[in-house]
């Protein structure tokens, strides 16, 4: 699983996490070392995350009651700009033989994403909302 976040004017360092990601794992290989301080280093932020399971853990949701987040709607996949991102990278993603290089090659694009990438996306979240919000947390034209 690769994991990151991101934000108008920056964005996290890409993460590769092995194995299962339970509630707890989530909270401590990745909120409590990873989120928190890339939160605190913006003030006013909202943090998005979807319903996975880990995300929705009560332990996640009790570690995250002190952030402003997002609510999301369910089938609302139109809302995950990281989505979007994903996306991005995926078309870029070379032919790999090997974990290690599919990682390597995942670090690469992630370092070389241009940040108006992201600034697009999330420029265009107001819009979304408004379209998600007219389809009934339905499917939307992006």
């Not at 794992?25 to 928190?36: A, M």
């Not at 809302?79 to 991102?85: A, F, K, R, T």
Request: net charge neutral.
């Amino acid at each position: 699983m690769v994991w990151v976040v991101i934000a108008y004017d920056s964005r996290s360092t890409l993460i590769v996490m092995r194995g299962t990601l339970t509630g707890q794992r989530y909270v401590d290989d990745i909120l409590r070392p990873h989120v928190v301080p890339f939160l605190n280093g913006l003030p006013g932020v909202i943090f998005q995350q979807d319903n996975a399971c880990p995300h929705t853990a009560r332990v996640a949701q009790d570690f995250l009651r002190h952030f402003q987040t997002l609510p999301w709607p369910a089938r609302s996949l139109d809302l995950s700009l990281v989505e979007h991102v994903w996306d991005q990278l995926k078309r870029q993603m070379p032919s790999c033989h090997s974990v290690h290089n599919l990682e390597l090659a995942v670090q690469d694009l992630w370092a070389h994403l241009p940040q108006d990438n992201i600034r697009c996306l999330i420029n265009s979240m107001p819009d979304r909302v408004v379209a998600c919000i007219a389809a009934g947390s339905g499917p939307t034209c992006y």
